[in-house]
């Protein structure tokens, strides 16, 4: 009971603090939005890919973006808070280091949920994409599915880095090259080998891939083998996670 | 309320914290005073289960910190010694929450917001958010905070470092009337003289991981064998000029600052200067703390304890 409690609590701070940080919101809305516009309007002008036009192809690729960069963010955030003791205030409290990290990572999920919900409605009015209701619902519920893994992800990176400046190093080894090499913005049926095996280690592949499946019907593999993979991956990732909080040091 | 049995940390070759042996009474108000870098904060983490010990353990109200960390956490607050509070909530917020990690039920909670508020003179900012606080209202909500599960015990890390000399003062008074008023044992680390002499029942002083020197701060003076400390400007060679003075009882030299401590300087200053004739700028005055300390350690505490270390200083701009 007071375990739910706790998770409970450190999921309502992360919550609360979201929802006053609207800079953040907004900020996190306008990088996918600025993406869209150079490369699916303006690639889109003039390039089609596997009969539909480029824009309504990458769109689910850049969804994948927003989930990726939200939540491996949040995750690897903890490295700050850490550092900065506001962490310290969780650590301490009679909550086990399973329910402070399942917190996090509902928190973080959360965030990702309204930021995803939010890009949903926003690009469709503007760049005009052609979506059913119920595909645009799937889509999101696909991207919460996936912000469980990747903020889980986060959260392990966040809790194994020993200093703040590592962060750079993973924005750029580790976000950077998860985008570029998930299919986001292309096509994943016709790579060259080495490729095919980097995106196909890829957790964000599988979201990418079941994320085009319910918005253009054009995913590689069946929606439920990417939920599965994705699934597997996420319960790795928390009781890898779980356990970096447990032996996290502050 | 707290034991600790040769508690030790080491980090790689450094030994933080030294097989230390200390007990703190029910009720008390305990000074761990200290140069930065002598162990304190790394002692208040283990004590409530944020580092685990190398070696050796210790109890907090009765539970060992290595096997029953859960109750040990129930039973402290804590004041870190740099902020963590949100200072995008308001006080009542980041109280709610706290009472909720430590599974308070609403009723609970209601109550106790108020009376923790009052307390540390804040129930007319409750609403406020916290970065609309000072340093001095920041700290004092975070003791509110510490104090809002009840517990037995606060720890309180540094809790006046970085802030004015007034706000000090008024921290003081809280932590004291809190302590005296609601019976809650008080530990805190500090390496300001003033306030652990000011708030502490007993200090020990710790460097180097090692408890060097125990007791009230009457005590600790007492430690000395001196009731008088005579400060003069003088190069004679004092030690030899007063040999045979029986009231003497030490002698420190710092550059051209001869430090002469004696029993009694009200009585036997005019011998003392009948031997060693003519000094300069004389100053009689009362022993502190910082004198127990150089006594101790043969080091000023004033000289290790620059403020903040390297880490603090860079990371302070970049609060969430």
């Known amino acids: 009971m007071s375990e739910l409690m706790g998770i409970y609590g450190v999921w309502l701070r992360e919550v609360k603090v979201f929802f006053r940080e609207k800079e953040r919101v907004i900020s996190s809305l306008i990088t996918p939005l600025l993406w869209l516009a150079a490369l699916g309007t303006g690639l889109g002008a003039s390039v089609d890919l596997q009969g539909i036009n480029y824009k309504d192809f990458v769109f689910p690729g850049i969804i994948s973006m927003n989930v990726l960069f939200v939540s491996l963010f949040f995750g690897v955030y903890i490295v700050w808070d850490r550092k900065l003791d506001f962490l310290k205030e969780v650590l301490v409290a009679p909550v086990s280091r399973t329910s402070v990290f399942l917190g996090k990572m509902l928190g973080g999920v959360t965030d990702g949920a309204i930021q995803t919900g939010l890009l949903l409605v926003v690009a469709t009015t503007l760049f005009g994409f052609n979506i059913s209701p119920l595909s645009a619902l799937f889509a999101f519920l696909i991207a919460v599915y996936l912000g469980a893994c990747l903020v889980s992800i986060g959260l392990i990176i966040g809790a194994n880095l020993s200093s703040p400046e590592g962060f750079n190093l993973v924005m750029t080894f580790v976000m950077w090259p998860m985008f570029l090499f998930s299919g986001s913005l292309f096509p994943t049926s016709n790579l060259p080998g080495w490729l095919d095996i980097v995106v196909k280690l890829n957790p964000l592949f599988y979201g990418v891939d079941a994320l085009r499946e319910v918005m253009v019907g054009q995913g590689q593999y069946p929606v439920a083998v990417d939920l599965l993979v994705i699934g597997v991956t996420t319960l790795a990732a928390i009781v890898i996670g779980a356990w970096s909080f447990k032996r996290m040091q502050v | ?320």
């Open chain 2, 1 to 320: 309320m707290i034991k600790t049995f040769k508690l030790t940390k080491k980090f790689g070759e450094l030994t933080a914290v030294d097989a230390l042996d200390l007990e703190i009474k029910e009720g008390e108000i305990f000074a761990l005073l200290g140069p930065n870098g002598a162990g304190k904060t790394t002692t208040i983490s283990m004590l409530c289960g944020l580092l685990e010990p190398t070696n050796g353990t210790a109890t907090v109200n009765e539970f060992d910190v290595k096997k029953q960390a859960l109750e040990v956490r129930q039973s402290i607050g804590i004041v870190f010694q740099s902020p963590s509070i949100d200072d995008l909530l308001t006080a009542r917020e980041n109280l709610e929450l706290h009472g909720i990690l430590y599974g308070m039920n609403k009723a609970d909670r209601t109550k106790r917001i108020p009376e923790v508020l009052e307390i540390v003179g804040l129930l007319d900012r409750a609403d406020g958010q916290i970065k609309t606080y000072s340093g001095g209202m920041r700290k004092r909500a975070e003791i509110a905070r510490g104090l809002m599960h009840m517990p037995k015990v606060l720890f309180l890390d540094e809790p006046t470092t970085g802030l004015d000399p007034q706000t000090r003062t008024h921290i003081w008074s809280y932590i004291r009337d809190l302590s005296k008023k609601n019976h809650i044992t008080v530990l805190l680390t500090t390496h300001y003289m003033e306030e652990a002499e000011y708030l502490a029942d007993r200090i020990g002083i710790i460097d180097h991981g090692k408890l060097i020197a125990l007791g009230t701060p009457y005590d600790l003076k007492q430690s000395l064998g001196a009731n008088d400390i005579i400060v003069a400007k003088s190069d004679k060679d004092i030690a030899k000029l007063t040999k045979g003075l029986k009231f003497v009882k030490g002698i420190e030299r710092d550059g051209e600052l001869v430090k002469i401590k004696v029993e009694n300087a009200g009585k036997n200053l005019c011998q003392l200067l009948v031997k060693t004739g003519e000094l300069g700028e004389i100053e009689v005055r009362k022993p502190t703390l910082n004198d127990v300390f150089i006594h101790y350690t043969g080091k000023d505490i004033r000289e290790d304890s620059a403020e903040g270390g390297i880490f603090e200083r860079s990371m302070n701009s970049n609060n969430r």
